[in-house]
């Protein structure tokens, strides 16, 4: 992923300032139940939705196939003076590490749409996941918004619901619905289809986050007042992210 290219300065200031994803991980949170036991972040990332679900009171562990990834999240972990259990880990193959029916919780959250394989994830969430336990799973909706954002996360594909649907075999699905419709997806719109191939000429989010900018003191606390806003309309499922919470029973 081109995003990982970038400065770890400029990482870290993205992924936890980003108002997307703080609006998609207060959401996560929303769905989860109370803590009571073992939850696993699929495709952790920096770990962002690991180290919430931590505070919160869950026994977290979190996997990510990237090596260098998965130290940088130790030491951010470090830093919250929270309890998580890291692993480096392909989550699309079987690993003795994560045995059948041990978490309370699974989250995977923007992962699937980097993967070829994306179903033998949702077959291993599914096989590791309690009877009774609960997934939050996001991804991007609707393959007609996909755009240079998309290239540039590594994104692979962006889901219709027939085809994301079929993650959810043997599950029993209690919400789905979008979030980012309509001032999110009109601003995403604006930026990738006028403001960036016309006026920036490039995409630059080392720039973007750049300490002062414009964007990291105003255009984000905008964008994500947006995102609060459009959680009024996400039942029309027009929305930029699929957000489902399904029941193993």
Known sequence: MQVYDLPMETILRW???DPLLRHLTNTILRLTPEPRGRALDVGTGLGRAAVALARRGWQVDALDPQATVIERAKEIAREFNVAINYF??????LDARFPDETYDLVVCSEVLE???N?????QNIRRVLKRGGTL???VPNDPAQFSILDSYAGHLRRYRWDELARAFDGLEIQQAFTVGFPFTRTLHWLYTRI???LVLREHRPDKMWKSGSAYSTIGAQIFY???RVDDLFNSLKRGTTWIVQARKP
């Open 15 to 17: 992924h936890w300032n």
């Open 88 to 93: 480096v880990a392909d989550f699309s193959q």
């Open 114 to 116: 980097h993967v070829e």
């Open 118 to 122: 994306w179903q033998a994830i949702t």
């Open 136 to 138: 939050v799973l996001t």
């Open 195 to 197: 403001v960036q191939p």
């Open 225 to 227: 007042f947006a995102a």
